[in-house]
């Protein structure tokens, strides 16, 4: 067995996969829409396959989760230290929230932590 993807209610769906294409190189596909519930999504793919639903409905509020319960972030591996560290310069050279700067962790990751335009939690890794 393998994770499909995973979804995340947003506000704005052009700006937050706008990010994830500029920043992480995601393919971006086509809007599906369903009238009938309001609902419109677009998945993003990234290399290797992983994929994000990125969906919105207006009856939905789109917010950062209680930070003790539920999902936490997304980690995008990006493959080696320095690639960490320029993405993280270039994303707070524009203005995107870093969380946390550039370092190794306890349990041995280098990683720094950004925010997507909605807020959601995005780990950049080795």
């Given at each position: 067995m393998k994770i499909d993807h995973v979804a995340i209610w947003v506000k704005d769906i052009e700006k937050v996969c706008a990010f994830y294409e500029?920043?992480?190189e995601a393919t971006i596909h086509p809007e599906y829409h369903n009238p009938a519930k309001d609902f419109t999504s677009r998945f993003l793919t990234f290399d290797g396959?992983?994929?994000?639903?990125?969906?919105?409905?207006?009856?939905?509020?789109?917010s950062i989760p209680n930070p003790h319960s539920?999902?936490?972030?997304?980690?995008?591996?990006?493959?080696s230290k320095d690639?960490?560290?320029?993405?993280t310069a270039q994303m707070e050279a524009d203005g995107i929230t870093i969380i946390g700067q550039p370092r190794t962790t306890g349990d041995g990751y280098y990683e720094s932590v950004?925010?997507?335009p909605e807020g959601n939690l995005v780990e950049l890794t080795v």
């Open positions: 500029k920043y992480l396959g992983a994929r994000i639903e990125v969906m919105h409905r207006n009856d939905i509020e789109s539920g999902w936490c972030h997304v980690a995008i591996s990006l493959g690639m960490v560290d320029k993405l950004v925010q997507d």
